[in-house]
């Protein structure tokens, strides 16, 4: 598996606005206006490939100088729970890392509350609803 940085409107960039919209907005009824993808330009879009198809994603959003938040995040359904999401994350926190950020957060789902929780994250506060459901917001402090 290759784990990388992509670029905004590469055709991978397509792959993985493709599989965000397959693995998160769909079963809600939801999709990606241009607005939405156009405000990913300035973000740092990962993914995890192997041979040439894509597996997962993620993408990282800064929310102040010291804070990047976790969006986004979606493994191929036939590839979850085969570690993957952990590869990407831990990608996440060595990019994040690596450009001078402290803390790493996310609005998670309910449904992924017990993975994050695994992989260090603590909540922060009560639920609330996003993208017509509930969601908590989750945080860790990188080293």
């Given at each position: 598996m290759t784990l990388k940085i992509i670029e905004h409107n590469s055709n991978e960039y397509a792959?993985?606005?493709?599989?965000?919209?397959?693995v998160l907005r769909i079963p809600l009824g939801l999709s990606f206006t241009k607005e939405d993808l156009a405000k990913e330009k300035n973000d740092i879009l990962i993914a995890a490939f192997e041979n040439n198809a894509l597996m997962g994603c993620c993408v990282l959003t800064q929310r102040d100088e010291a804070t990047l938040q976790l969006r986004q995040m979606a493994v191929?359904?036939?590839q979850q729970k085969t570690g993957i999401g952990t590869a990407i994350l831990q990608f996440a926190e060595k990019v994040a890392a690596q450009k001078g950020y402290t803390v790493l957060m996310m609005h998670a789902r309910n449904i992924a509350l017990p993975f994050y929780e695994k992989c260090g994250y603590t909540k922060t506060g009560n639920a609330f609803i996003e993208v017509t459901i509930p969601h908590y917001k989750m945080e860790k402090k990188l080293q």
């Open positions: 792959q993985m606005v493709d599989l965000r919209m397959q191929a359904p036939q």
